[in-house]
Structure formats: C-alpha cells, structure tokens
C-alpha cells in the first residue's frame, strides 16, 4: 500500500504529524506532498523541524490567493504528482483549501480518499471551511470521525456505515506527544515575562472575522474590556491574515500585546498554563479541552460542539460586552470536563484501519 499525505497548512501539519511518525515507525511506503498554502517560516518550516517531521517529497509552492485560484493551482499540481506516483491511498486532514483539493484530485483519479478529522459541520455555509468539509467527506472512501457525534453527522448525510470509522482526532496524539517537552523545553512564560494562571491568551484569524472590520474591531473591544476588568495581560500571537487585515483596517490594538505567531512547543506552555483562551481557531477549541483550560469561542457557532456539551467552551460571538461576559462565565470554571476527542492513539488507529482494509482490497 502506497500512501500520500497531502497538507498544506499549519493546523494540518500538526495533526498530521502523529500520522507520519506512524507511517515512519512501520517503515510504510509513503510520501508528503505540500501545497505550500502556508510558507511563511513560522506557519510551515517551524513545525518540521520541532515536530521532527521528514521534508515533504513535493512541494507545490501554491501560496495565498483567491479561492479559486488557490484551489485551482492545488488540483492541477496535485493532480500531476498522483498521476505520475500512483498512490493506492490518499489522506487528507480537515477543512482548508488544500484539503478539498487533494480529495477532489484524488477522487476523480479513482484513488481512494481518507478524511482525517470527517463529520465536522458548524451549519454556517458562509465560512469558507464549511463548503470544503462537506466536499471532502462526500469524495471520502474512509472517513475518520473524531466522535460519534461526527458519526451521526455522517450518517445523516446518507455516507454508507462500513465507511465510518470512529478514531478519535490526532489533535489529542499531537498534544500528548509534545506537552511534556513543551513545559520542560520551552521558555516562552519567563522570555514574555507571565507568571502561570495570569494572563489569557488569543488567536484569531478567520475570513469571517478577520476580514469584517467590524467582526474584528468588536473581538479587539471585547479584549481590551478584559484586559482592563481583570488587569492581566492579553497575548496575541496574530497570524499573518488578521495582521494584515489590522492594518489596512487601521484597528486600535491598544493593551493587546501583539506577538508573531509561535512555534508549536511555545504555544502549547502558554496555552497550557493560561488563565482563560480566547480563539476562532478549531484546533485551539480541542486542545484547550484537552489541556483543562477555559475557552471563549469568538465565533457564533462551532463544529466542534462536544467542547460546549462537556463545558470546557461558549460562544461569544464578537460583541465586546458579550466576551467579557462569556469570560466572567468561564473564567472559574471548575475543570473537570472530560476530554471527548479520544485517548491519543488515533494516528496509530487510523494507520491501521487502512492497512487492513487496503490487504482487503488487494
Ligand atoms: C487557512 C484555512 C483556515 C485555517 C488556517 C490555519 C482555508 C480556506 N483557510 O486560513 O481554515 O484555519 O489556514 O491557520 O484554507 N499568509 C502569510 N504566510 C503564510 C500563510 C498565509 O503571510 O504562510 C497570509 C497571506 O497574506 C494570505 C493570508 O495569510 O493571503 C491568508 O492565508 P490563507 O492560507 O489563504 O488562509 P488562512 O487565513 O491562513
Ligand atoms: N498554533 C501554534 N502557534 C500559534 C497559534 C496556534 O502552534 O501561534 C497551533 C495550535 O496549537 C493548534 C493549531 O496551531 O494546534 C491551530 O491552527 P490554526 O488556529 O491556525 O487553525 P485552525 O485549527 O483554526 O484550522
């Protein structure tokens, strides 16, 4: 069985990785192959070389654009490197644009798709993730829900059950693989200057909010309210989307410390060791359950409803007074929420799952 591992972004390259240390433990033929959606060094090169990943076999140098351009240039150059490897498997991870590429390229070759992460669906069709989620999970000849919540999603859908495997999401793998070494190696705490359970911190940077100038303004209203409420420092590693989007906005950032966005190892001390997280990321909403820390949601609606079931997370959407009274809601909230995203062997279980089924089709 031959595998190609298609990835493109940081979120992707992260939660893959617990599925490439397997495929290199087993000695699997198998490859990478990178669109280069993300290229800047702190979005791709970093989370190589701290996660000990091999460099891709491919990369595709796509980078930013449109929609569809972007798109348009992944199906074309995936298409080119499937055809000429022939892999009998492709896998895909999530809901970017790199992913809805890979499948539909891959699908249309009549080579079997593996979704990591399937069945996610936050029913809001504006978001630009929702349309590739959907598109990737109908090309999927595997689909590897995280929970059997994404399971009955799928299930709805009309997805045949033999094709449904519930893994558990490799966010989990990845945390349990890093964190020790991240408290051990990493420095980020002292270099910043925060005492643990003193400071929240912040992502942001989807289209949905960081393109709205008035989204985003209300999400930087809302945290210098709780910066002021609660006088402890706010930490934004700001991705290069919402920084651009910042500026040609000419947004007030004031009592926002305003960082670049972090290595893996570094951003998992401070997310570990925060009083409260505030994000629109998906990967930041599981890892925060995972770690036991309070989140605020600074979106209308998730995919990733089991973080509000067990109670580790609400949705604030972006009015200033509404996150700070999310943050009043979360900010002592006891932490005995249990984590719904599996034990940390999805990567070994989803290698697995293909071995056998592709001997059953060989
Ligand atoms: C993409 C995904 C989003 C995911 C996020 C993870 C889609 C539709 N969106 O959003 O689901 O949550 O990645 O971080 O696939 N840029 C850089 N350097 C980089 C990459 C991007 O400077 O390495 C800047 C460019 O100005 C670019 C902008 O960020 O135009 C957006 O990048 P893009 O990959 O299109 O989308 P993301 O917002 O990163
Ligand atoms: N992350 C990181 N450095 C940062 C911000 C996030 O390593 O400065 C990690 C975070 O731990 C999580 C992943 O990036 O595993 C989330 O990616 P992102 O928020 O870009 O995408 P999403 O999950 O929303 O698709």
């Known amino acids: 069985m031959k595998i190609c591992i298609i990835l493109g972004t940081r979120p992707e390259i992260i939660k893959m990785s617990p599925i490439i ?18 290229y800047s060094y702190n979005m791709d090169r970093v989370f190589f070389e701290q996660l000990e990943l091999p460099d891709a076999k491919y990369n595709l140098d796509i980078g930013s654009g449109s929609h569809a351009e ?24 999530g809901d970017t644009n790199t992913v809805v590429a890979g499948a539909l390229a891959a699908v249309k070759l009549h080579i079997k798709v593996g979704h990591v992460e399937a069945g996610l669906r936050s029913y809001y069709r504006e978001m630009p993730e929702e349309i590739n989620r959907i598109v990737a999970d109908h090309c999927a000849d595997y689909l590897f829900a995280p ?10 859908e009309g997805i045949e059950e033999e094709k449904i495997f519930v893994t558990g ?23 910043l200057g925060l005492e643990k359970q003193n400071y929240f911190l912040v992502t942001a940077h989807r289209q949905e909010n960081v393109d709205n100038k008035q989204r985003f303004d209300g999400i930087l209203k809302g945290l210098q309210l709780i910066n002021k409420e609660y006088d402890m420092p706010v930490i934004y590693p ?125």
């Open 238 to 362: 700001i991705h290069p989307r919402a920084r651009k989007r910042m500026k040609e906005f000419g947004l007030n950032a004031d009592g926002i410390e305003l960082i670049e966005p972090l290595d893996y190892l570094s951003f998992l001390q401070l997310e570990a060791n925060a009083k409260l997280v505030l994000t629109d990321s998906g990967g930041v909403q599981e890892e925060t359950c995972i770690l036991k820390v309070p989140c605020v949601t600074l979106r209308d609606n998730t995919e990733r409803p089991e973080t509000l079931e067990v109670g580790s997370n609400m949705l604030a959407g972006t009015q200033p007074e509404k996150i700070l009274n999310m943050v009043e809601k979360m900010i002592n909230k006891k932490k005995d929420w249990e984590n719904p995203f599996g034990d940390g062997k999805a990567g070994k279980r989803i290698i697995k799952i293909l071995m056998k089924l592709e001997d059953k089709n060989a």
């Open 70 to 93: 972007q798109t348009g240039k992944m199906l074309i150059g995936i298409e080119k490197i499937l055809l000429k490897e022939e892999p009998d498997v492709v896998l895909v991870e």
């Open 169 to 191: 999401n490799t966010i989990v793998d990845a945390v349990y693989q890093n964190l020790e070494i991240a408290q051990k190696k990493a420095n980020i705490l002292a270099e």
């Open 147 to 156: 929970t059997e919540k994404a399971k009955e999603i799928l299930l709805g």
């Open 21 to 38: 240390r397997e495929c290199e433990q087993r000695n699997l033929d198998y490859f990478v192959l990178h669109t280069g959606q993300h």
